[in-house]
């Protein structure tokens, strides 16, 4: 399997440390050395542009991308993240909105506009990549709402799918938290042998026979990042929707449920991402403590 460089925390305050292959390094050596442990493979799935899909409804939190965290609107912040992925060819903003398009060009963001349509971030990368107007062999669908995601863990996604040619989509888990066990809000997922997905719930997987958590077994949570493979992700929207995915209400089974494969990295990463109006304290504490300015 793949490794991607995981994050950790150090042990000085408001430091932040890498881990390479089991090496600890400094947060200006790993991007270095991320640099170079990213080789790009020539001929197979050599472009990659990422978009990150943002739209101003929202039913728990309506014009998230444009919070303001620590000064800087929320997409801003992801968009800043996702620029320092050595991996990515390009980087876009799919939206539908006028005004969150005007806030990205602002800063300096390429924009498609897509449209109002699109019934998850998936269809928007489609549209947005059809719209492009170039080719690329991959895709990467990046969450407008983590502001914290690591550049890494694109690199990561992007360098597996290159390394897998019998896959169509990666991604990215992390170990599970005990208190999140039964959140639904939390995707469990589980992977076989050589790294490729098995299964995604809600629900907590496996499940033994006490109902409990086990705390000497690795439970894996899911992180929201999705990398296609271009030619899969244009007839991706057309599949029709499979019976797992509208039970568990969850994108990635309908990829399963047709037979293709998936490959997951696993990486150190705390998932932060932005649900509702009350979490952006709390990405903002972590910034403080980080010294992210």
């Known amino acids: 399997m793949p490794i991607c460089p995981t994050p950790s925390e150090s042990s000085g305050p408001g430091s932040r440390a890498w881990i390479f292959h089991g090496l600890a390094l400094s947060a200006a050596a790993a991007a270095a050395a991320a640099a170079y442990l990213y080789r790009r493979p020539r001929g197979f799935r050599t472009l990659a542009v990422g978009v990150i ?8 939190f309506e014009g998230k991308p444009l919070a303001l965290i620590l000064g800087k609107p929320m997409i801003q912040r992801t968009w800043e993240r996702v620029m320092l992925a050595t991996s990515l060819d390009h980087v ?8 969150i ?27 947005a990549l059809q719209k492009l107007g170039k080719h690329y062999d991959i895709v990467v669908n990046i969450q407008g709402d983590e502001p914290l995601i690591e550049p890494e863990i694109i690199d990561g996604v992007v360098m597996a799918l290159q ?12 170990a599970l938290k005990p208190e999140d066990a039964f959140d639904t809000n939390r995707v469990k997922c589980v992977v076989d ?16 026979k006490s109902g409990k958590v086990n705390p000497r077994f690795p439970y894996l949570l899911h992180l929201g990042i999705s990398c296609f493979d ?8 057309e ?30 990463h705390d998932a932060h991402g932005v649900d509702a109006p009350e979490d952006v304290e709390k990405i903002e504490a972590l910034m403080r403590a980080r010294n992210i300015q």
């Open 53 to 60: 899909p943002a739209r101003y409804a929202s039913s728990r």
């Open 92 to 99: 876009v903003v799919a939206t539908d909105d006028e005004k």
């Open 101 to 127: 398009a005007e806030c990205c060009r602002g800063f300096g963001a390429d924009v498609i506009m897509t449209s109002v349509s699109c019934q998850n971030g998936s269809e928007r990368c489609c549209e």
């Open 163 to 174: 390394r897998a040619p019998d896959a169509v989509f990666s991604t990215a888990a992390t």
């Open 193 to 208: 042998n050589q790294g490729y997905a098995i299964y995604f719930s809600r629900g907590l997987i496996p499940f033994n």
């Open 230 to 237: 271009s030619k899969f992700l244009k007839i991706y929207p």
């Open 239 to 268: 599949l029709a929707p499979t019976p797992l995915q509208l039970e568990e209400d969850l994108e990635q089974l309908k990829v399963l449920e047709n037979g293709y494969k998936m490959k997951v990295i696993k990486v150190d």
